[in-house]
């Protein structure tokens, strides 16, 4: 094997022109020295890529980062015509800046307008010895794999901890009978396995309580339907929430059987039953809900002239049919997965009798399912969407071009599935039928999916997606309005430099700090702010508003981290910015908290403390322009600093008692502007 050597371009001494685009290799130790002209951008070959940058002309063309790092040592500047095909991670050193061109030619900077590119890395491969893996699962934090097979003589349930490079075997269940499938609660490490055909003790749905701590896992719960020893349960879907589940079987009269379900005692307790069509038995695995969780879609056996695709409409443990189809005459839906977007429902069929792959639309007013894609493929057991419902992975049960585990990129504008490349697979193994594949609920940088096939061997995939950008401890310097669709990241001590200009997130675009970081707006407009696209993802990050504006476009919820609003800095728009988070904001010395007309500023905490809107000294000010205050009965006391109230302002609280109520200290200064009208609702007190 030939060794591959880093690369070095340009030099500290002599000016070199770079006219056609240099690719970096999978090495750590590449250079952009100080004196390099780079006319047609660069290239990082994958997410083992790190250059570090010294350079000082502006970069020109096409940057594809390709999941890679850029360390800089001196600012990284863009200039037009500037193409940025595929991003990773830049880090600043804490000292160094990425600008960004006055006049961005057009105003989307990334965009996943077309198929993305991104690498499929096989993170560990064993074979168990087991004829046929049926079902996987990944628990609700990802580090725990649930693995069901036919076996009946060791046992067919098996639960894996996964470290994010192996498993490791934590439990097992010998239940006496074959699993078909097994799904992990959404919000409690309980799961549900059902299976068949059970007889006496070997129900066909048992139900486990999983001890992390302990590692031990304790039937809670069970059932058994129709003839013991004769009849199957073959699949099971909770409700989002966790508090319901649903069974499909192959029994006679009812082949759907719902539960509500106590995480308190891990009871399951049946709640309705449903025949479908002319007891039609599900398919195994063939059972999802819709994100709501007020549908879901159910696949079953073929039967001349009968659906095989069903849509269930699902409230409080009951169950509506809402509609049927059709796909082909005594044609079997053998797989079912409801993307998470909440419209999009992708199918596995016989291959045979109807095209392999197919993707609907569910329009939930017309209850109606209309086809957008088909695979002509042959026959398929497994589909499932990732997070975002931007990937497809689809299990196939005989040879295709490659390996019989596909994942596709799925383009709702174009309505069109890409297919992401051949998996790097051992040896010809994946060659065998495909029958599970699940993706772990994991939505950051890296998430993971599972594939169990025929002949016991079970595969963890990890996907980097190139098209997030993350920066760290950098200051980006924008010179005109961005607009940006695709993720952002920021992690360490970041700046957003605006320059005065606008920026806006749209469709999949969004802001988010990582955990034990800080990010600075400062003069930027973040423009159409709203739920999810400005978000710290925990409680260890922070967000700092210097000179600048949020605009809120819809209700916008503040949940984790803290602000800091610090100089001139202003929330405007005509909807709510409503405060959750149970740390402290600030509004600092000299500073001013700018509340826009029409603006609802709603103090709602999910802790019991008033005290969470924080004014450093009797520099800081509240000031109100036309908005509204509002306080749930946690209450809120503003204390220290200045309140400047001005046109039709309005102060509001849920109280019920004085204590819940808003209070204004006697400490705290409270200007009343000539021509302010000031309207109390509920409990407002002056201490």
Same mark, same amino acid.
């Not at 056609?20 to 750590?28: G, H, R």
């Not at 749930?632 to 400047?644: D, F, P």
């Given at each position: 094997?030939?060794?591959?050597?880093?690369?070095?371009?340009?030099?500290?001494?002599?000016?070199?022109?770079?006219?056609?685009?240099?690719?970096?290799?999978?090495?750590?130790?590449?250079?952009?020295?100080? #004196?390099?002209?780079?006319?047609?951008?660069?290239?990082?070959?994958?997410?083992?890529?790190?250059?570090?940058?010294?350079?000082?002309?502006?970069?020109? +063309?096409?940057?594809?980062?390709?999941?890679?790092?850029?360390?800089?040592? =001196?600012?990284?500047?863009?200039?037009?015509?500037?193409?940025?095909?595929?991003?990773?991670?830049?880090?600043?050193?804490?000292?160094?800046?990425?600008?960004?061109?006055?006049?961005?030619?057009?105003?989307?900077?990334?965009?996943?307008?077309?198929?993305?590119?991104?690498?499929?890395?096989?993170?560990?491969?064993?074979?168990?010895?087991? /004829?046929?893996?049926?079902?996987?699962?990944?628990?609700?934090?990802?580090?725990?794999?649930?693995?069901?097979?036919?076996?009946?003589?060791?046992?067919?349930?098996?639960?894996?901890?996964?470290?994010?490079?192996?498993?490791?075997?934590?439990?097992?269940?010998?239940?006496?009978?074959?699993?078909?499938?097994?799904?992990?609660?959404?919000?409690?490490?309980?799961?549900?396995?059902?299976?068949?055909?059970?007889?006496?003790?070997?129900?066909?749905?048992?139900?486990?309580?999983?001890?992390?701590?302990?590692?031990?896992?304790?039937?809670?719960?069970?059932?058994?339907?129709?003839?013991?020893?004769?009849?199957?349960?073959?699949?099971?879907?909770?409700?989002?929430?966790?508090?319901?589940?649903?069974?499909?079987?192959?029994?006679?009269?009812?082949?759907? #059987?719902?539960?509500?379900?106590?995480?308190?005692?891990?009871?399951?307790?049946?709640?309705?039953?449903?025949?479908?069509?002319?007891?039609?038995?599900?398919?195994?695995?063939?059972?999802?809900?819709?994100?709501?969780?007020?549908?879901?879609?159910?696949?079953?056996?073929?039967?001349?002239?009968?659906?095989?695709?069903?849509?269930?409409?699902?409230?409080?443990?009951?169950?509506?049919?809402?509609?049927?189809?059709?796909?082909?005459?005594?044609?079997?839906?053998?797989?079912?997965?409801?993307?998470?977007?909440?419209?999009?429902?992708?199918?596995?069929?016989?291959?045979?009798?109807?095209?392999?792959?197919?993707?609907?639309?569910?329009?939930?007013?017309?209850?109606?399912?209309?086809?957008? /894609?088909?695979?002509? !493929?042959?026959?398929?057991?497994? @589909?499932?969407?990732?997070?975002?419902? !931007?990937?497809?992975?689809?299990?196939?049960?005989?040879?295709?071009?490659?390996?019989?585990?596909?994942?596709?990129?799925?383009?709702?504008?174009?309505?069109?599935?890409?297919?992401?490349?051949?998996?790097?697979?051992?040896?010809?193994?994946?060659?065998?039928?495909?029958?599970? @594949?699940?993706?772990?609920?994991?939505?950051?940088?890296?998430?993971?999916?599972?594939?169990?096939?025929?002949?016991?061997?079970?595969?963890?995939?990890?996907?980097?997606?190139?098209?997030?950008? /993350?920066?760290?401890?950098?200051?980006?310097?924008?010179?005109?309005?961005?607009? *940006?669709?695709?993720?952002?990241?920021? !992690?360490?001590?970041?700046?957003?430099? +605006?320059?005065?200009?606008?920026?806006?997130? /749209?469709?999949?675009?969004?802001?988010?700090?990582?955990?034990?970081?800080?990010?600075?707006?400062?003069?930027? =407009?973040?423009?159409?702010?709203?739920?999810?696209?400005?978000?710290?993802?925990?409680?260890?990050?922070?967000?700092?508003?210097?000179?600048?504006?949020?605009?809120?476009?819809?209700?916008?919820?503040?949940?984790?981290?803290?602000?800091?609003?610090?100089?001139?800095?202003?929330?405007?728009?005509?909807?709510?910015?409503?405060?959750?988070?149970?740390?402290?904001?600030?509004?600092?010395?000299?500073?001013?908290?700018?509340?826009?007309?029409?603006?609802?500023?709603?103090?709602?905490?999910?802790?019991?403390?008033?005290?969470?809107?924080?004014?450093?000294?009797?520099?800081?000010?509240?000031?109100?322009?036309?908005?509204?205050?509002?306080?749930?009965?946690?209450?809120?006391?503003?204390?220290?600093?200045?309140?400047?109230?001005?046109?039709?302002?309005?102060?509001?609280?849920?109280?019920?008692?004085?204590? =819940?109520?808003?209070?204004?200290?006697?400490?705290?200064? @409270?200007?009343?502007?000539?021509?302010?009208? @000031?309207?109390? *609702?509920?409990?407002?007190?002056?201490?």
């Amino acid at each position: 094997m030939p060794t591959v050597f880093s690369l070095t371009v340009g030099s500290n001494s002599a000016v070199s022109l770079q006219s056609s685009q240099p690719i970096f290799p999978t090495k750590t130790d590449n250079l952009m020295l100080g #004196f390099a002209r780079f006319e047609n951008g660069f290239a990082l070959t994958d997410y083992k890529t790190t250059c570090t940058y010294q350079d000082f002309f502006p970069m020109v +063309g096409a940057v594809s980062l390709a999941s890679g790092t850029l360390v800089l040592e =001196e600012d990284f500047v863009l200039d037009n015509p500037l193409d940025v095909l595929s991003c990773g991670i830049i880090d600043g050193n804490s000292s160094f800046a990425c600008e960004f061109p006055r006049a961005l030619l057009g105003t989307t900077l990334l965009t996943s307008g077309v198929s993305p590119t991104g690498t499929f890395d096989r993170i560990t491969f064993r074979n168990y010895n087991l /004829i046929d893996i049926t079902s996987t699962d990944w628990n609700v934090s990802d580090d725990y794999l649930a693995v069901g097979t036919i076996l009946t003589t060791t046992p067919p349930l098996g639960l894996y901890y996964f470290d994010g490079a192996t498993l490791t075997l934590t439990q097992s269940w010998s239940a006496g009978i074959m699993v078909n499938c097994t799904r992990w609660n959404p919000k409690k490490n309980f799961l549900a396995t059902v299976g068949g055909p059970g007889a006496g003790t070997n129900d066909d749905m048992q139900m486990f309580k999983f001890n992390v701590a302990t590692g031990s896992l304790t039937r809670t719960s069970s059932a058994n339907y129709g003839t013991a020893g004769v009849d199957s349960a073959m699949a099971v879907a909770w409700h989002p929430s966790g508090t319901y589940l649903v069974v499909g079987t192959t029994v006679s009269t009812n082949q759907l #059987f719902a539960y509500s379900f106590s995480s308190q005692t891990g009871l399951a307790t049946q709640s309705d039953a449903k025949t479908i069509g002319t007891a039609q038995p599900v398919s195994r695995g063939a059972l999802s809900f819709a994100p709501g969780g007020n549908l879901f879609a159910v696949g079953v056996a073929g039967a001349v002239a009968n659906p095989q695709l069903y849509v269930y409409g699902f409230k409080g443990g009951k169950m509506t049919q809402r509609t049927s189809l059709n796909i082909g005459t005594a044609a079997s839906v053998f797989a079912v997965d409801w993307s998470p977007t909440g419209t999009y429902i992708a199918i596995g069929t016989d291959g045979v009798l109807a095209n392999g792959v197919q993707i609907y639309a569910y329009d939930p007013v017309a209850n109606t399912l209309t086809q957008k /894609i088909t695979l002509p !493929q042959t026959l398929v057991n497994a @589909v499932a969407w990732n997070k975002t419902g !931007q990937f497809l992975v689809v299990g196939y049960t005989s040879a295709l071009t490659g390996p019989n585990l596909k994942v596709y990129y799925f383009d709702k504008n174009q309505n069109t599935l890409t297919d992401m490349g051949p998996l790097h697979v051992p040896g010809g193994l994946l060659a065998l039928a495909q029958n599970t @594949v699940r993706w772990s609920h994991n939505n950051h940088y890296k998430n993971y999916f599972a594939a169990g096939d025929l002949g016991g061997n079970l595969a963890i995939y990890g996907y980097r997606l190139l098209d997030r950008l /993350i920066f760290v401890d950098t200051k980006v310097i924008f010179n005109s309005d961005v607009t *940006f669709n695709l993720p952002v990241q920021f !992690q360490g001590d970041c700046t957003i430099s +605006g320059r005065g200009n606008k920026f806006d997130a /749209i469709d999949d675009g969004k802001i988010v700090v990582r955990p034990d970081s800080t990010l600075t707006f400062e003069d930027v =407009e973040f423009h159409n702010l709203r739920n999810s696209n400005l978000i710290c993802m925990t409680d260890a990050a922070s967000i700092v508003l210097k000179n600048s504006i949020l605009t809120v476009a819809n209700d916008y919820t503040f949940s984790r981290g803290s602000i800091l609003f610090t100089q001139d800095s202003a929330i405007c728009g005509t909807t709510k910015f409503i405060y959750t988070t149970r740390l402290a904001s600030t509004i600092d010395s000299n500073s001013v908290l700018y509340l826009g007309y029409g603006m609802t500023f709603s103090y709602a905490t999910r802790g019991t403390n008033k005290n969470l809107i924080v004014m450093t000294d009797p520099t800081s000010t509240l000031y109100m322009d036309g908005s509204t205050l509002y306080s749930t009965r946690t209450g809120l006391q503003l204390s220290t600093g200045s309140l400047i109230l001005d046109n039709a302002v309005t102060l509001s609280s849920g109280a019920r008692f004085p204590a =819940e109520g808003i209070s204004l200290k006697s400490d705290l200064i @409270v200007d009343l502007l000539a021509g302010a009208n @000031v309207q109390l *609702f509920g409990n407002i007190r002056v201490d």
